[in-house]
């Protein structure tokens, strides 16, 4: 029996793994399906984490949402009894959705840590309204320019901001090195010659 500081019979957060690419399926299902099937005493809520990230391709600016956790969502729910036998109900719910692999820890799945959960979902409230590159970039890295009035033009990255997705780009303009502010969808990295 998985030992916690809560009660088995208390909502816990659990691991359940998905085929690939079907996570937010498997979410939506869920979501929709828990009121449908009565499962409300037992799931109460499902998590996908995700983050905005965001991509130049052929100077156009595209944004999409990335998985943090590809292949997983977490489901907190009330899965033990009071004797600790997995309660027949929700747990066929959840192994049924189509899409599912099975719960981590097999036959008795336990749940997540409470700092474990915690770490998720305040890497979840960090990424909320936040655009990510797709692209990390490093201080002293070369990299051209894909919008503004520095269109075309190669640069090196004297400073990152992550917080504002601002770059500090050095540029040289007439044989001089100016310093420019970018945002990081501005820039891709230079081609290698």
Do not use: C, H
């Not at 691991?15 to 937010?24: K, P, R």
């Not at 907190?76 to 599912?100: A, E, S």
């Amino acid at each position: 029996m998985p030992s916690s500081t809560l009660a088995l019979t208390e909502l816990q957060w659990y691991a359940v793994q998905t085929l690939s690419n079907q996570e937010a399926k498997v979410k939506r299902y869920l979501d929709k399906f828990i009121q449908i099937e009565e499962m409300g005493e037992f799931i109460e809520e499902v998590l996908m984490p995700t983050e905005t990230v965001t991509e130049v391709r052929n100077g156009k600016k595209y944004t999409k949402e990335r998985k943090l956790y590809p292949g997983y969502v977490f489901i907190q729910m009330r899965l033990y009894d009071d004797n600790g036998k997995v309660l027949q109900k929700p747990w066929y719910f959840v192994r049924g959705v189509q899409g599912i692999i099975g719960f981590i820890g097999g036959d008795n799945p336990s749940p997540l840590k409470p700092d474990e959960i915690k770490r998720i979902q305040d890497t979840v409230s960090a990424a909320e309204g936040v655009e990510r590159p797709k692209v990390e970039y490093e201080v002293g890295e070369e990299v051209k320019i894909t919008d503004g009035p520095f269109l075309n033009l190669n640069g090196r990255i004297d400073g990152i901001d992550p917080e504002r997705g601002k770059l500090k780009v050095s540029v040289s303009i007439f044989g001089r090195f100016t310093p420019v502010e970018l945002e990081y969808w501005q820039v891709e990295r230079a081609e290698e010659s």
